[in-house]
């Protein structure tokens, strides 16, 4: 079955692992078919600080007008981002903070504790890079840039199932171990997963 997929590479450097990984996904999944839109953050025009928390709600610039529209329009959601002090880059928090608005992603309720999940029927999946190993985030870290954006973020927002692919311990990794990963990108593209 044919998606509609939104690739979103969270890191500011263009010229980065993730951004090569994006374009290998992106490439994956048109290649196979699946209605494919790629966004880069770093080429994004908008202030990442949300001033007024949800007391007063900024004006969203136009670039955030799209991603809004973006996220609709895709059946999956692909996030890739470094993990940066066991978290996501500032970029992308901020993105995360400016689009994924109350009575957007999420509407609380007003007489108890829950809330409703505005962005169910959507999937997910997170690829992300570290320098460190699995089992150092894992056991010593918990796990938090990961827990994060799968339980905190896409899944409050009722995204659902979310996939995870880490690639680890990039400093030590070889060229060969990299274009592996890029190829392993390419074939989650084509499966849309």
């Given amino acids: 079955m044919k998606k509609k997929i939104l690739v979103i590479n969270g890191h500011p450097n263009d010229e980065s692992l993730c951004a090569s990984l994006a374009l ?11 209605e494919v839109k790629l966004t880069h953050l770093s080429r994004l025009s908008f202030d990442p600080i949300l001033h007024k928390g949800y007391l007063k709600i900024q004006e969203l610039e136009p ?38 608005l109350p009575g957007f992603a999420f509407k609380y309720h007003k007489n108890d504790p829950f809330w409703d999940k505005l962005l169910k029927g959507r999937t997910g999946r997170i690829i992300l890079t570290t320098d460190a190993p699995w089992f150092w985030n894992l056991l010593v870290n918990w796990d938090p840039a990961i827990r994060t954006m799968k339980k905190g973020v896409l899944e409050f ?7 995870v692919t880490q690639y680890d311990s990039l400093k030590s990794r070889k060229p060969e171990d990299i274009k592996k990963y890029l190829q392993k990108t390419f074939e989650l593209g084509r499966k849309a997963v």
């Fill in 157 to 163: 927002c009722g995204i659902k199932p979310v996939g």
């Fill in 63 to 100: 670039d955030l007008v799209q991603a809004q529209k973006d996220i609709l329009w895709a059946d999956h959601l692909v996030f890739i981002y470094p993990i940066w002090w066991s978290s996501v880059p500032a970029l992308l928090k901020g993105f995360l903070d400016r689009v994924l």
């Fill in 24 to 34: 290998s996904y992106f490439q994956g999944a048109e290649q196979a078919g699946h």
